[in-house]
């Protein structure tokens, strides 16, 4: 979920960032015969938080900030009610006005998906995203809306919107007053005979993709479009392994961030068994007391083990499958910062 597409690196704003090393970690709790938890997975998310606010990406020597990575850790503190002040301080981040431009886009540039996803992190945190860093995000949605009811980048480098795009819009929008019928409609036909959703929009055939498909139940479930949702879920059934995790299509082993998403839309469309599968999978790849330091809370990207360059997103993606709250009713209000338990002991 982090990237909502693949935009080659003269289609990205920069932004000059300066960056220091990670911020101390948070002390993890755990003991040597039981697995670290959710609120453990995000304590090591929180710890590799550039200046403590914010993520980055590397593309080709050039670092850049990644807000969508960062705001996949916000939703990641929300579903496990912790590391609140983290998220302030990223939310914070967020709304500086070079930081907001250069993701959901300037001057004629604007993205649909990234100005939904940014709109539904303002509503995890509780704020109003018609008034979020001087930016009415609703308002700008709406003018992303397609006569076809499809949300569509306006950009001179193409339109790199996708069933996320849509989705994600189509959840920030139930949380604030509505999604429009033509968004929800123009979703409800993209369904595949199997049930299934595909990634990308008016393709010649229809190829149900397992993380659009995810997604898609949690926007059709935020609508009241049951019968939609369930489809896809009994889909999701068929291509759920017996380890418990999916793949990601054209992958060849289950994976942190796909079986994250299923588990939650499992959650939300009353699978629990399902979702159980996944979450067991989810908590088979994150690193317990026997794990370096370093690493544990984190969870790998597949069973093939811990990878720093894929842990950041597996671990607050694979989160959301963990602590199983619904993208449609997740928040961050209530208990938010846990406090420090003793590190794991031999």
Known sequence: MTHLRA????????LTVGCTAAVAAPALSASAAA????????????????????????????TSPDQGETIDAILAFAATKSENSYASRATTWLEQPAVLAGYIGAGTESYAGETAKLALAAEVRGLNPARFGKVNLIARLGKLLAKSGRYSDHSKYGDYSNAFSQALAIIALSRHGGAPASAVKFLLASECKNGGYPLDFGQKSCASDTDATALDVQALLAVGQRAAAWRGLRWLATVQ????????????????????????AFEAGGWPLRAERARKFLVSLQAGCSAPSAERGALAYSSSGFAKSTAVDATAQGILGIADISLAKLSSAGPGDVVPLPACQA
Do not use: C, M
């Not at 935009?7 to 920069?14: G, H």
């Not at 980055?56 to 020597?61: C, I, L, N």
């Open 241 to 264: 392994k017996s380890s418990g995790g999916l793949d990601a299509v054209g992958a060849s082993a289950p994976n942190a961030n796909t079986s994250g998403l299923a588990g939650q």
């Open 7 to 14: 935009r080659a690196s003269v289609f990205l704003i920069t």
């Open 35 to 62: 697995p670290a938890s959710a609120q453990e997975a995000s304590a090591w998310l929180a710890s590799q938080l550039v200046q403590g606010n914010h993520f980055v990406s590397v593309y080709e020597g050039v």
